[in-house]
């Protein structure tokens, strides 16, 4: 069983930027590919990034590309997403996820443990 606890979300100017956290309990945290996910109101959840046990592969949606980056500290039990240049299309919850699997899924109905969630919006 893992738990998950995200924080940092808020309200930013669009072009601002944002970091979100998310700590993770139990003793097997490394063993689990690390992913964030976001909804927005009316929408499905969609994938945003995902970073293997390692941290030495991550993977990230078109949508996000070049703006966002995931990290992982496993010391800390702890993934990171670094949010640059938002846009008001980034306003959404941001949940984080965990994923026993070494494939790599992007499904939200495939990864196994969830946060809670964190409000993140963009102003325009």
């Known amino acids: 069983q893992v738990q998950l606890v995200e924080s940092g979300g808020g309200l930013v100017q669009a072009g601002g930027s944002l970091r979100l956290s998310c700590v993770a309990s139990?003793?097997?945290?490394?063993?689990?590919?690390m992913g964030w996910f976001r909804q927005a109101p009316g929408k499905e959840r969609e994938f945003v990034a995902r970073?293997?046990?390692?941290?030495?592969?991550?993977y990230y949606a078109d949508s996000v590309k070049g703006r966002f980056t995931i990290s992982r500290d496993n010391a800390k039990n702890t993934v990171y997403l670094q949010m640059n240049s938002l846009k008001p299309e980034d306003t959404a919850v941001y949940y984080c996820?965990?994923?026993?699997?070494?494939?790599?899924?992007?499904?939200?109905?495939?990864?196994?443990?969830w946060g809670q969630g964190t409000q993140v919006t963009v102003s325009s």
């Open positions: 139990g003793r097997t945290f490394s063993s689990y590919a």
């Open positions: 970073i293997n046990w390692s941290g030495g592969s991550t």
């Open positions: 996820a965990a994923d026993p699997s070494l494939r790599l899924r992007v499904g939200h109905l495939d990864w196994d443990y």
